[in-house]
């Protein structure tokens, strides 16, 4: 707990724009889930370089650092304000408030280069059905795949998980021992990884389809405080979205993910 503490503190001093605030709005983001948080010293990204932003027109102070071993429990209990995630991600959604969205996730299929040539999603459940077994998908542990889950329910494909992202594209590469076909990724995910490690990524693809599409945002408890910091966030974002801002920052990370519209039934509205 105190090294979550100090790792808090210390981004206060990184992010703080200001001199003073009327208080910290305290929150978490994944450890290393490029472009929105990347590994370094500081922590770079799309994540950390809006909360800078906020901080230059907000009465409060964004702070916020890796994600503790037990962030949500935090969240509960009120020691963290806020953490980043998607409304589409989590099957207890409906237990929080979300913002409007940062940005547009994109999962892909990472196939092998001499794998198969697949059109769609449906092609490439078409062609598993043809095979003995259902085709193997490497996911992360613990997430959640609205497009594929229900396939993985109907045994039409076969999931197998891993705890990095790193991990999955090693085992698609030795697909004769692991079994692995495909992995579903982040697109700008598999394109950081393959900047970073060219010689893993040479001969795999990124599908020619999107798997899924889903907006990255705020996730607050659902108590009333929770929804008075969603509702002042939402009002910084469209700030920095109305100003231009916010598609800079992602802008400044290849622009992969693209800018996230509003939708016209956002969930966040009606609440």
Not at 20 to 34: I, T, V
Not at 106 to 131: K, M, N, P, Q, W
Not at 167 to 182: F, P
Not at 253 to 269: F, L, Q, S
Request: net charge negative.
């Amino acid at each position: 707990m105190t090294k979550v503490l100090r790792a808090l503190l210390l981004s206060l001093v990184v992010l703080a724009t200001h001199t003073s605030f009327a208080h910290e709005l305290k929150g978490a983001y994944p450890d290393h889930f490029p472009p929105f948080s990347i590994t370094g010293e500081p922590t770079q990204g799309i994540i950390p370089d809006m909360l800078k932003a906020l901080n230059r027109t907000s009465d409060h102070a964004y702070v916020a650092a890796p994600y503790a071993r037990h962030s949500l429990k935090l969240l509960a209990e009120g020691q963290l304000d806020f953490l980043f995630d998607s409304q589409n991600w989590c099957k207890d959604g409906d237990n929080y408030y979300w913002s409007q969205p940062i940005a547009q996730i994109h999962d892909v299929l990472i196939l092998r280069a001499d794998g198969g040539d697949y059109s769609s999603l449906d092609d490439f459940v078409a062609f598993s059905h043809t095979e003995p077994q259902p085709l193997v998908v490497a996911g992360r542990y613990e997430y959640v795949y609205p497009s594929l889950d229900p396939l993985f329910a109907k045994a039409l494909l076969t999931r197998k998980n891993f705890y990095s992202d790193l991990n999955m594209i090693k085992a698609l590469q030795n697909t004769e021992q692991s079994g692995v076909h495909a992995v579903v990724m982040a697109e700008r995910v598999f394109d950081y990884l393959a900047a970073k490690h060219p010689q893993l990524t040479s001969n795999l693809v990124k599908s020619n389809f999107r798997v899924h599409s889903t907006p990255y945002q705020f996730r607050f408890p659902r108590t009333d405080n929770g929804k008075i910091n969603m509702m002042y966030t939402n009002r910084l974002l469209s700030q920095l979205q109305s100003s231009g801002a916010l598609d800079q920052i992602i802008a400044k990370y290849h622009g992969t993910e693209e800018p996230a519209e509003t939708p016209k039934n956002n969930p966040v509205d009606a609440q």
